[in-house]
Nanobody, 124 residues
């Protein structure tokens, strides 16, 4: 079992930055790959970024490449999503998720554990 708690959302203006944090707990949480998803009203949940358990492999959606950075220290249980140059289209509820294998980070169906989400709102 893995428990996930997100923090760091808020309301910002376009062009600003935010950093989201996801704290994972559980005996084997350090070994899980972790990802950030987002869901805007009326849209499907989108995988934004993911990182392997070691922090050495990452995945980014095309829509955020060059603006967002996911990070975690080797084997640590806190994952960060640094979001720069935010745009109104980034407005969504952001969810942290975890999966037991670091293979196929972009496989959305493999994420078994989810946090409650944190809202990010970007005004124009």
């Amino acid at each position: 079992q893995v428990q996930l708690v997100e923090s760091g959302g808020g309301l910002v203006q376009a062009g600003a930055s935010l950093r989201l944090s996801c704290a994972a707990s559980g005996r084997t949480a350090y070994s899980y790959a972790m990802g950030w998803f987002r869901q805007a009203p009326g849209k499907e949940r989108e995988l934004v970024a993911a990182v392997s358990w070691s922090g050495g492999t990452t995945y980014y959606a095309e829509s955020v490449k060059g603006r967002f950075t996911i990070s975690r220290e080797y084997g640590k249980t806190t994952v960060y999503l640094q979001m720069n140059s935010l745009k109104p289209v980034d407005t969504a509820a952001y969810y942290c998720a975890a999966k037991s294998t670091s293979k196929y980070l972009d496989n959305k169906d493999q994420y078994d554990y989810w946090g409650q989400g944190t809202q990010v709102t970007v005004s124009s």
